[in-house]
């Protein structure tokens, strides 16, 4: 029996628009209901999130997994329970990956805080700051070393043309020391090693004392693949690659279906 539900958001639980459709907010009310624990697992700082998670409204005490896997939350107080970060040693490193790329802008987010490295906000890292609801901030690493704030998490962000060459250059390099991961076509992420939306959602299952048979998860993108595979109930999305589809137990229909809601209503309600 399922009894819990990991849910990624951008492209899943979030349609086209970033909209959160009504009947997924209706199925995952319905499964709450049933004593389903709902957990969005997803690469949005908290800031991102609130806003959605609102719009759901859930009673009882759920988790989030934000920042694709660094730091997981219980949202009756909003308490950070568990993270993963990245040293300044590791800040250093990933500052310097990007030095000979002039249009790569190294992004940093925190607990509080959205940071870009430099002395101005280019526009794309703007108008993704704005996608979660923040706004970015133009920073030395040495302030942020001042200010003392953890980081969670880096993403390199540029065209996509730019971003491609980057990728290809240093992916092999970055691999070896960050969990890596292109997310979307202007976001290359680097997170501490070994801290993925799996790694995260594996140690919350072993608090709540379930297995993988327990849970069933949704995702449409490569930042979603160790999830999905980690679940035993793998779901994806009718808009994601066909490499994601190929690994997954079921495929639903996309986000701009409520292809959530109809995974929840199949898989879930269909069974208690």
């Not at 990728?167 to 960050?178: H, I, T, V």
């Not at 160790?226 to 793998?234: F, G, I, N, R, V």
Request: with cysteine; glycine share 6%.
């Amino acid at each position: 029996m399922i009894k819990l539900i990991a849910i990624d958001m951008d492209g899943t639980l979030l349609d086209s628009k970033k909209e959160l459709p009504e009947q997924n907010i209706l199925a995952i009310q319905k499964a709450a209901a049933e004593g389903v624990k709902v957990v969005l697992c997803t690469g949005r700082p908290r800031s991102g999130i609130i806003p959605y998670f609102e719009k759901l409204g859930l009673t009882d005490e759920e988790y989030i997994i934000m920042n694709n896997g660094c730091t997981t939350y219980a949202t009756e107080h909003w308490d950070l329970l568990d993270y993963e970060s990245l040293s300044k040693q590791e800040l250093n490193h990933l500052a310097a990956a990007c030095q000979d790329y002039p249009d790569v802008h190294l992004v940093l987010t925190g607990e509080n805080s959205y940071y870009v490295v430099g002395e101005h906000v280019p526009d794309l890292v703007a108008y993704d700051a704005g996608l979660v609801f923040d706004q970015a901030r133009a920073v030395s690493l040495e302030t942020i070393e001042a200010e003392g704030e953890i980081i969670f998490q880096a993403m390199f962000m540029a065209g996509k043309a730019e971003l491609d060459s980057f990728e290809k250059a240093l992916n092999d390099s970055l691999s070896q020391d960050f969990s890596t991961v292109r997310s979307q076509s202007y976001i290359y992420e680097a997170m501490p090693k070994g801290a993925t939306k799996a790694s995260a959602l594996k140690q919350l299952a072993k608090q709540l004392e379930l297995m993988p048979n327990h849970i069933m998860a949704l995702g449409d993108a490569a930042n979603d693949l160790e999830m999905l595979l980690y679940a035993d109930h793998s779901v994806a999305m009718g808009n994601a690659a066909d490499d994601i589809k190929q690994l997954c137990k079921y495929v639903t229909a996309s986000n701009d279906e409520a292809g959530v809601a109809r995974a929840i209503e199949e898989y879930v309600l269909t069974n208690r």
